[in-house]
């Protein structure tokens, strides 16, 4: 005779079960087209046939593209690691999720839409953003401004940038800001562009509500860190200040390298992995590009070829260390590694005592060090 269930088995059961029904999984995958969410996570896809094609952001994929999406069908599968799904289960790999847990990732997520520019031949141009219409830059370089003016006059949003270690001048000079949920709406709903802010993604269609205030800014109640060029904002990405999930999240389509508009005019670059990774390494003057993440396709990182040395500073975990063994293998003996102690990224060693003088210190070593190697 079958063991009956204990009672707090039978718990665990029903709390599950109450989880799976608080989520109408069809529609979350009617909501989040997976070829978009694979976009968002930082995947190029190209078209071929049916179906398109990238790099699978799950595996160390190489120079060969083996993740095919499958829009018509909403599946993905990488031929190489054999893994596949719908929209959900890519959720769940990708960031290391239980089947409740992306759900709840995906619901609290806007739908993801690809921002259309004048200029681009196609949607799967990664250099979409770097191509922007005159009419769009104007209305990306007003949400910029709009940004910056409600981090100064949000002392919470301000504080918590303060307490990651960035002066004023540096809050300033890389034009961060912070999205209330309500300005940039406003501003565009009298201004007429509501739809132009939709197709570049800084609006969406399915409003949702944080702090109280229902709103369709995407970014809401983040601090938001713009891509600059050339004095203009072309790109946002942002990162919550309170337990918004996603954590980070940036605007559709293929995202440019942070800071790649500070390396103009260098012999040298420093690539990092994080946002604020990116802002300390500013603030103590160094020249940095950010990765935003560790999956960012290789061939997008063909232009470090031109820097010597390239010195990587990628957090000390499992992903950083796999990221960093890939960009050696790219770059060969132009490319230094640094290792950052006490399971430190570059934010946390600077804020740490004596630690910016430390990574000061580290970067010299490894600048050092590969030129008697050379």
Not at 163 to 176: E, W
Not at 213 to 224: F, H, W
């Amino acid at each position: 005779m079958p063991q009956r269930p204990s009672r707090r088995r039978w718990r665990r059961v029903d709390a599950m079960r109450l989880d799976n029904r608080r989520y109408d999984t069809e529609a979350l995958r009617s909501a989040h087209a997976v070829e978009d969410v694979v976009r968002a996570s930082g995947v190029e896809l190209k078209p071929t046939g049916k179906a398109l094609v990238g790099l699978c952001p799950l595996h160390a994929d190489g120079h060969r593209p083996n993740l095919y999406v499958y829009p018509l069908t909403r599946s993905w599968y990488c031929y190489r690691c054999q893994l596949g799904g719908d929209v959900i289960k890519f959720v769940q790999l990708r960031e290391n999720l239980g089947f409740v847990e992306a759900c709840k990732r995906l619901d609290a997520q806007p739908e993801v839409r690809q921002p259309v520019t004048c200029t681009a031949p196609a949607p799967e141009d990664s250099a979409a953003w770097e191509h922007l219409s005159r009419h769009d830059q104007l209305l990306m370089d007003a949400a910029a401004a709009i940004y910056q003016e409600c981090l100064w006059q949000n002392e919470r949003a301000l504080s918590y940038v303060r307490r990651r270690g960035l002066t004023d001048a540096t809050i300033h000079s890389c034009g961060i800001g912070y999205a209330d949920g309500v300005s940039l709406d406003r501003y565009l709903a009298r201004r007429g562009r509501t739809e132009d802010a939709h197709r570049l993604g800084l609006l969406t269609r399915r409003p949702w509500c944080t702090h109280g205030v229902r709103t369709r800014e995407l970014l809401a109640g983040r601090v938001v860190v713009p891509e600059q060029r050339d004095g203009h904002a072309i790109w946002f990405i942002a990162r919550a200040i309170d337990e918004l999930e996603p954590k980070y999240l940036a605007l559709p389509h293929a995202r440019p390298l942070l800071g790649y508009g500070t390396l103009a005019g260098q012999r040298e670059a420093i690539i990092c992995e994080g946002v604020f990774d990116f802002l300390s390494l500013i603030e103590l003057g160094c020249q940095a590009v950010a990765l935003c993440g560790t999956h960012l396709p290789l061939e997008r990182l063909a232009f470090l070829r031109d820097y010597d040395p390239v010195v990587g500073l990628l957090d000390p975990d499992k992903a950083g260390r796999q990221a960093t063994q890939r960009l050696a293998e790219f770059l060969g003996d132009r490319f230094r590694a640094v290792e950052l102690p006490n399971g430190c990224d570059v934010n946390e060693l600077t804020l740490r005592s004596g630690g910016q003088q430390e990574l000061i210190n580290l970067i010299s070593l490894a600048r050092s060090q590969h030129h008697e190697a050379a």
